[in-house]
């Protein structure tokens, strides 16, 4: 089965500082992962997919297989980063379902 | 980019009652749609897979004629929560998919039930 775990649900640093939220996934094939955010009293909204290796608002995340992690990074958080985020794994099928983390709650101080 | 629209955004209602919510693709198709649960603090759950003019995929543990599904076009899927009890309030969330845009998810602002 897939499962997707994100070790931290509060994560809290200071403006300026590194940032990594930790990303783990269990899955029996070729995974697509992604990173949703959750501003307050927002939406849910796609931050980013490893397929498109891409950085947007200067995260980025890595796809490892031999750790099977997906951590998101980003080198110099700031305080409009404060969000929750979402780990999410793509399953199989061609509804390519979501199973998502259960999130980690990021707050920059400043 | 692209809207998913769900209505309405909170709604109460006595216990026995049924509940629907509507979610709207607003400028894109989607042939799916899915819909999730999500409690306080925690992660999205799972419900259904909708398919357009289909019946509904349902996850395991989730009770078909408790939550009923339909999904009549291409815009529109519709979650009816039937003889509504304190335990089925939360907030739902559905997303939809764009059946062009290279398949990208997209999510509505949910809706919170609360059954009295």
């Known amino acids: 089965a897939q499962r997707v775990t994100q070790p931290e649900k509060l994560l809290s640093v200071f403006k300026g500082a590194p940032v990594e939220l930790k990303c783990n996934y269990s899955y029996s094939g070729s995974p697509e992962l992604f990173w949703y955010v959750q501003y307050s009293r927002q939406r849910l909204q796609l931050l980013l997919r490893?397929?498109s290796r891409e950085s947007i608002k200067g995260f980025t995340a890595d796809l490892n297989k031999g750790e099977t992690s997906f951590h998101l990074k980003k080198p110099f958080a700031q305080e409009e980063d404060s969000a929750m985020y979402y780990c999410a794994l793509s399953g199989p099928g061609s509804a390519r379902q979501l199973t998502f983390g259960s999130g980690t709650q990021l707050t920059v101080l400043p | 980019g692209a809207v998913v629209s769900q209505h309405p955004s909170r709604v109460i209602c006595k216990s026995g009652t049924s509940v629907k919510i509507e979610c709207r693709s607003l400028d894109f198709q989607a042939t799916t749609m899915f819909w999730y649960r999500q409690f306080p603090k925690q992660s999205l759950m799972l419900m259904a897979t909708s398919n357009e003019g289909s019946k509904a995929t349902y996850e395991q543990g989730v009770e078909k004629d408790k939550f009923l599904i339909n999904h009549a076009s291409l815009t529109l899927s519709t979650l009816t929560v039937t003889s509504a009890h304190p335990e089925d309030s939360s907030f739902y969330i559905c997303?939809?998919?764009?059946?062009?845009?290279?398949?990208?998810?997209?999510f509505g602002e949910g809706s919170r039930l609360t059954v009295l």
């Open positions: 997303s939809a998919r764009d059946r062009l845009q290279s398949g990208e998810l997209f």
């Open positions: 490893h397929i």
